[in-house]
């Protein structure tokens, strides 16, 4: 037992010999975690187009068409300057252009004078379902108009005004009487959401908390595989050869050091989330059971590793290159929801899986200890799996 | 010259003998783009954002003129690339379909829909409650927007036809230009003149001119944005490995061996510094290269990608020197390097799009050269030509430079090289 211990105080000064440790062990975790939080996709943004419109004319008709196109659900429109939209436009930052040129008003419609100018890049889908929702909320702004014009026309077939006063009180009367009709239009379609199994519960503070906590985490304990490669290439190992140590009590020391060090580095990330966002992890218990089940699967996959690499250089790489690739394909960076159903299945693959929706578990669905049991189980499998490889294939030399 | 570019391809070879840091520098991304590709659905189709070829299924109950010619408008060739509509005549199978994430939106359109518009001859009112249902799939919500909104443009042409009949015949009774009994003729000569004009989505009072531009955008694949974000996260990993050989040669005394031989140390410094710049370009051609090949990713202008990676090489090259400047010892520089990589990564919008982050993370982005190379991968991408490309090109030059004199002068105090 003493050994273990001196084993697991020697690591842990070891890695904490350079004050740069401390940036990836608790600072750089943090500020990920806060930045994180408010820019990965939840899935219920707005993903309409986007249709930058320019307003040469501000008048009622061209307000009510920016008003349509807000109402619109393919499109969202983005009201700038004619320069602004020209310059994203011409760097491609805008898919189409809307420009309402000065002058748009009633009487322009009356004149059949009022016009738009809509730009578009050739052969683009998103243009010409922007063009498809302009022409709608014209014609719905227009709709009053053109009915009037349609009275006055159908009127003018049938015999000439008297005087252009008489046409133009025909007309407004007909703008009247349309604008009334209008108001009272009844509704033509029913909109009527779907039960298709979609409504995941998502909290970006929740998500990347747990995310980003098992990343940070993963990371440092694949390292063990660094620590083993160190040892062997300095000869220290050879070394504990000549002293009464068994290669389980070696092993042993090393590992219940690092996951010691990553239950704190935890703890911290756990208590963080806890003061900057006010996240509720529940069940104390239950999440310790979930972070040392996930600790000992990660410092397993090391341990694993570790015998394969020769040098520290390599190990270093690999595990950056393991925790990362896990971290995103585990369903940590981004909500695994948003993943192709393939991807979902091959997600279970990971053990970053089973820690994450072990948390999520905590976070979001309210579960307790038992049920977060089957993720631990999964994880515990993880950790005898990889430590048998380890403890098996592990040589001193 | 000759020295100078001898220490540099030296730097170059080593590099690829270090099978450890082509790890990082080439294995991660790579692996990392193709994982964000599988993750987003890039190489299933089964993409959520997805907009072309939208299933909807659409049950005409109706089966007369409004009906079937919302039946028409889906089946357009207008609409071609973009839809993929199914017809049914279960509701009940429709809606299910949708449940089962087969199809973005189910239209139902009820029997007698056309007479709850359109005025009949027989005098029937019409039925103002019917209503086309609009069965809608939340969890594709971009699609289903786009199938309501050309829903939504038949309707409001149906509308506005409405809207001029029922206008036009009571101005014209009113103003006693037709006689009542007159008025279900008159009614329905114009119905059928303003059936065809909604069918066909005759023009509008106010005039749309669309003009198309002649420069051809490619195709936004997800991808695009990935490929060049990891690229340039490890690119920050490959300018410090550099840094880091330089305070390692010191360490190991090879360095100052360099000096005794006829070259100054200026050529020393210079090779060295040529030789991460080389190491970066190298790693992102090769990167470039490779997505091109598996990925079958289009990164625009052969030239202008080439111009851009050379800018954001040396943007970076820049960076990794200001840390070697700063640090003391080799495996200084590794953390710092890995801990700058990091950061950056994040503020340069590799990991997540910068439009996503609150705008002073934004603007803190602009001192990586991830975030300015990001912007002119995206541009040439898009289909983007040189022209376009100055603003990152003058700002990751300026930052390369400002930031290479930094260093020197760092260098210089600390006496870096010497005999």
């Given amino acids: 037992m003493k050994k273990i211990l001196a084993i697991a105080w020697k690591d842990a000064i070891l890695r904490f010999s350079s004050p740069s440790e401390w940036l990836f062990f608790i600072i750089l975790p943090i500020v990920f975690t806060f930045i994180f939080a408010g820019g990965v996709p939840t899935g219920d943004e707005d993903n309409r187009i986007r249709l930058v419109v320019v307003d040469q004319a501000n008048t009622t008709i061209s307000q009510e068409i920016i008003r349509e196109l ?4 393919s499109v969202r429109p983005d009201v700038l300057s004619l320069e602004e939209a020209e310059e994203q436009f011409d760097a491609r930052e805008a898919t189409a252009v809307l420009v309402i040129p000065a002058g ?32 709608t909320a014209i014609r719905r702004v227009s709709s009053v108009a053109s009915a009037a014009k349609m009275a006055l026309d159908e009127a003018k077939a049938r015999g000439t005004f008297e005087s252009a006063e008489d046409e133009q009180a025909y007309f407004t009367q007909a703008l009247e009487l349309a604008k009334s009709l209008q108001a009272d239009a009844p509704e033509r379609v029913t909109v009527i959401q779907g039960n298709t199994p979609d409504d995941f519960a998502y909290d970006p503070q ?33 070394r504990l050869l000549t002293t009464p140590t068994s290669k389980a ?34 069940n104390p218990l239950a999440v310790y059971i979930i972070l040392t089940c996930s600790a000992l699967a990660a410092a397993a996959i090391g341990t694993a590793m570790g015998t394969f690499i020769k040098s520290e250089g390599q190990a270093m790489g690999l595990s950056i290159m393991a925790g990362m690739m896990m971290g995103m394909l585990g369903g940590c960076w981004y909500p695994l929801e948003l993943f192709p159903s393939f991807m979902q299945t091959i997600a279970q693959l990971f053990p970053t899986y089973w820690s994450m929706q072990g948390l999520l578990d905590l976070l979001l669905r309210g579960a307790g200890v038992t049920g977060i049991l089957p993720e631990a189980g999964v994880l515990i499998l993880f950790a005898g799996v990889f430590f048998s490889i380890g403890v098996m294939r592990f040589r001193y030399e | 010259m000759l020295k100078l570019l001898l220490i540099g391809l030296k730097d170059l070879k080593l590099m690829f003998r270090d099978r450890a840091a082509l790890l990082l520098m080439l294995l991660t991304p790579f692996l990392l783009t193709l994982g964000m590709g599988l993750v987003t659905g890039q190489f299933s189709g089964d993409n959520n954002s997805g907009i072309s070829d939208i299933p909807v299924v659409i049950v005409n109950l109706d089966n007369d003129s409004l009906g079937n010619a919302l039946v028409d408008v889906f089946n357009s060739d207008d609409l071609a690339d973009l839809v993929e509509p199914a017809s049914s005549q279960d509701p ?48 594709r919500p971009t699609s289903a927007g786009i199938i309501k ?24 009774l009113a103003s006693g230009r037709i006689q009542p009994q007159d008025a279900n003729q008159v009614g329905e000569e114009m119905g059928e003149r303003l059936q065809s004009a909604a069918v066909n989505g005759e023009t509008t009072a106010i005039t749309l001119n669309t003009s198309t531009s002649e420069q051809e955008t490619n195709e936004f694949n997800a991808l695009a944005y990935f490929a060049p974000g990891m690229a340039l996260m490890f690119l920050m990993y490959t300018v410090s490995y550099g840094g880091r050989s330089i305070l390692a040669e010191k360490a190991g005394g090879t360095l100052p061996r360099l000096l005794v031989s006829p070259t100054n140390s200026a050529q020393v410094l210079g090779g060295k510094v040529f030789g991460i710049f080389l190491m970066g370009a190298a790693q992102m051609l090769i990167l470039i290269g490779a997505s091109t090949l598996f990925f079958g990713l289009n990164w625009g202008n052969t030239l202008s990608v080439i111009l851009l990676v050379l800018v954001a090489v040396f943007g970076a090259t820049g960076w990794g020197l200001l840390i070697t400047a700063l640090a003391r010892t080799p495996a200084q520089i590794g953390s710092v390097g890995s801990a700058v990589m990091l950061i950056f990564a994040m503020l340069g919008g590799s990991l997540i799009p910068l439009d996503n982050l609150p705008a002073i993370t934004q603007a803190l982005g602009r001192i990586t050269p991830n975030a300015w190379a990001m912007d002119g991968f995206l541009t040439l991408a898009l289909g983007g030509t040189l022209t376009l490309l100055s603003p990152p090109i003058l700002a990751l030059l300026t930052m390369g430079i400002l930031l290479f004199l930094i260093s020197t002068v760092l260098f210089g105090k600390k006496n870096l090289i010497q005999k």
């Fill in chain 2, 149 to 172: 909104a050309i829903l939504d443009g038949f309707l409001a042409r149906l509308d506005e036809m409405r809207l001029g009949g029922l206008t036009t015949i009571t101005q014209l």
């Fill in chain 1, 70 to 73: 807000e109402n619109s659900t």
């Fill in chain 1, 206 to 238: 929740a998500n990347v908390s747990a995310g980003q906590l098992i990343t940070w985490v993963f990371i440092p304990l694949f390292g063990i595989s660094a620590l083993f490669a160190y040892e062997r290439q300095h000869g220290t190992l050879r």
């Fill in chain 1, 249 to 282: 009590t070696f092993l042993l020391g090393t590992i219940s050091g690092q996951v010691v060090m990553a239950l704190v580095q935890m703890t911290l990330m756990v208590l963080f989330a806890v003061f900057a966002f006010k996240l509720n992890w529940g």
């Fill in chain 1, 104 to 135: 748009l008003d009633m009487e322009a419609i009356q004149n059949g004078t009022a016009q738009l100018d809509f730009r578009q890049p050739p052969n683009n889908l998103d243009a010409s379902i922007a063009e498809r929702a302009v022409d």
């Fill in chain 2, 92 to 139: 009940e199978a429709a809606r299910r379909l949708v449940d089962e994430d087969e199809v973005a939106a189910a239209i139902i359109i009820p029997a007698g829909f056309t007479q709850s518009v359109i005025p009949q001859n027989n005098g029937a009112a019409p039925n103002e409650e019917l209503t086309i249902e609009f069965y809608s799939n939340p969890s």
